[in-house]
């Protein structure tokens, strides 16, 4: 069975950056796609970057794009979602997922692996 965990979320500055990890544990899931989606109160849980098994594809909401960077480092287990030019509407629990796959899909419902969530909060 297959844990994940995420880390670094806080409190920054709009303009600000923020650098999420999420490591897994109990199972390589070297093979898996991994996603991450975030959920703002109120609001449904919601697709921010997907990164295909290997690392070959990579896709982002057109929220986000060109402010992140998901990457993944086999080697450690572990998902980045480098976040830049931070704003207060990123406001949100960031979860990370991993799906079977291997496609990285943008569908919440296609992962079977999620972690608690981090908070990442942007203040203007």
């Known amino acids: 069975q297959g844990q994940l965990v995420e880390s670094g979320g806080g409190l920054v500055q709009a303009g600000g950056s923020l650098r999420l990890s999420c490591a897994a544990s109990?199972?390589?899931?070297?093979?898996?796609?991994r996603g991450w989606f975030r959920q703002a109160p109120g609001k449904e849980r919601e697709f921010v970057a997907a990164?295909?098994?290997?690392?070959?594809?990579?896709y982002y909401a057109d929220s986000v794009k060109g402010r992140f960077t998901i990457s993944r480092d086999d080697a450690r287990n572990t998902v980045y979602l480098q976040m830049n030019s931070l704003r207060p509407e990123d406001t949100a629990v960031y979860y990370c997922?991993?799906?079977?796959?291997?496609?990285?899909?943008?569908?919440?419902?296609?992962?079977?692996?999620w972690g608690q969530g981090t908070q990442v909060t942007v203040s203007s």
């Open positions: 109990g199972r390589t899931l070297s093979d898996y796609s």
């Open positions: 990164i295909s098994w290997r690392g070959g594809s990579t």
């Open positions: 997922g991993a799906e079977s796959s291997g496609l990285a899909s943008m569908w919440a419902r296609d992962y079977a692996y």
